[in-house]
């Protein structure tokens, strides 16, 4: 076996495909890793392209080439996605796996095989890098293909969107926009939807040991890779308004969440601050008391970000009175913010409209 062989006998390339493929095959890995030429480039080639990782940097390229046939292009994201499932310890997925799904998806060429393949990618991304991270014109339409047109079973479509949102070597900080996207689609249903906004509100942790049966077989060691990965705070955060958009009740979702020790474990300022994006787009639904009665809650939450975030709140809503009763937090923070932040309402013309509350509201908190 050689290059020209594997371009010619599992790729079916044509003669005319294959010098420009072998090209390719060289400016990927000139360009991304420390090849280089020697006196036998051709045999040197063949020994990259055997590993995953060099396979999926030659894929990346074909896919996004003018000229390649659709074959071509189909069999090489098959390769590099399927040959995920026979990873052995210590080796890396290829790159480009939603990029290499989302062209599949797109073409209508997408395969539960394919499925698997993305899922145990996502698994065995190495920690720690930015060499994986993909941008969304390919990470939402794989999960379009995937969620629309791949035959997969309803927990392992929970599983699967689970990972993706905690891929953060894939995804970076696209979580919220990718969730957003996948609650958007009409290919899931609303109880698998609640399903997932359910356990990224609730849990943690999406996979503790122990508590989550694993829709496909996982051995030890995939299962504690699993465990350990977080899901993204903005995710958390969005999870709290999808679920009363897709049926559960605000007011009782508002009691609920903005309780003390409601949501243990990371994460739970973030379900907070997503009970007070709730809280304010209800707003003039609930009556003043409940309304009152739900901010002065929150203002005594013991994260120092949500408190704050419900001071912001009730300035919109209400004025400069609720904003005041910040002077006496108990987080010392907190009370020279409340000064500052009158001192400049005092010296300022006008009060901030609005608007500019909203956006201040709105800001991220951090992971």
């Given amino acids: 076996m050689n290059t020209e062989t594997f371009l010619k006998t599992h790729l079916?390339?044509?003669?005319?495909?294959?010098?420009?493929?072998?090209?390719?095959?060289?400016?990927?890995l000139d360009e991304e890793t420390d090849y280089s030429p020697e006196d036998d480039p051709a045999d040197r080639l063949w020994r990259y392209l055997q590993y995953p990782y060099?396979?999926?940097?030659?894929?990346?390229?074909?896919?996004?080439?003018y000229g390649i046939s659709p074959g071509v292009k189909e069999k090489l994201c098959h390769a590099v996605l399927q040959v995920n499932l026979n990873l052995e310890k210590g080796q890396e997925p290829g790159p480009g796996l939603?990029?290499?799904?989302?062209?599949?998806?797109?073409?209508?060429?997408l395969t539960n095989e394919d499925y698997r393949g993305l899922r145990r990618g996502i698994i065995w991304l190495p920690r720690l890098t930015d060499t994986y991270e993909e941008p969304l014109e390919y990470i939402l339409p794989a999960c379009r293909g995937v969620f629309g047109d791949t035959d997969i079973t309803y927990d392992e479509s929970v599983?699967?969107?689970?990972?993706?949102?905690?891929?953060?070597?894939?995804?970076?900080?696209?979580?919220?926009?990718?969730?957003?996207?996948?609650?958007?689609?009409?290919s899931l249903g609303a109880q698998l939807k609640r399903d997932v906004c359910d356990i990224v509100v609730e849990k943690a942790i999406p996979f503790p040991r122990g508590e989550f049966d694993h829709p496909r077989p996982t051995d030890a060691e995939e299962q504690d890779r699993l465990s350990i990965r977080f899901q993204p705070g903005s995710?958390?955060?969005?999870?709290?308004?999808?679920?009363?958009?897709?049926?559960?009740?605000?007011?009782?979702?508002?009691?609920?969440?903005?309780?003390?020790?409601?949501?243990?474990?990371?994460?739970?300022?973030h379900v907070a601050s997503g009970a007070l994006d709730l809280l304010s787009e209800k707003w003039e639904d609930l009556e003043d008391e409940t309304r009152m009665d739900l901010l002065e809650k929150a203002a005594s939450l013991p994260d120092t970000s949500v408190r704050k975030r419900a001071y912001i709140l009730g300035e919109k809503n209400i004025g400069?009175?609720?904003?005041?009763?910040?002077?006496?937090?108990?987080?010392?923070?907190?009370r020279h913010w409340a000064s500052d932040r009158l001192q400049a309402r005092d010296e300022r013309d006008e009060p901030p409209t609005a608007d500019e509350l909203q956006e201040e509201l709105e800001e991220p908190l951090e992971d």
Wanted: hydrophobic share 45%; proline share 3%.
């Fill in 98 to 109: 939603f990029q290499l799904a989302s062209w599949l998806g797109e073409n209508d060429r």
């Fill in 54 to 65: 060099y396979l999926g940097l030659f894929a990346q390229r074909v896919v996004a080439a």
């Fill in 12 to 28: 079916d390339a044509s003669e005319q495909e294959i010098p420009r493929l072998v090209e390719m095959a060289h400016g990927a």
């Fill in 235 to 269: 995710v958390r955060r969005r999870a709290v308004v999808w679920l009363a958009k897709l049926g559960r009740d605000p007011l009782e979702l508002l009691n609920t969440l903005l309780k003390p020790n409601t949501v243990r474990g990371y994460g739970g300022d």
């Fill in 320 to 334: 400069r009175e609720f904003l005041e009763q910040s002077l006496d937090d108990k987080a010392k923070s907190l």
């Fill in 159 to 186: 599983e699967l969107i689970l990972m993706i949102l905690t891929a953060k070597e894939a995804i970076g900080e696209k979580g919220r926009d990718i969730f957003d996207f996948i609650l958007e689609l009409d």
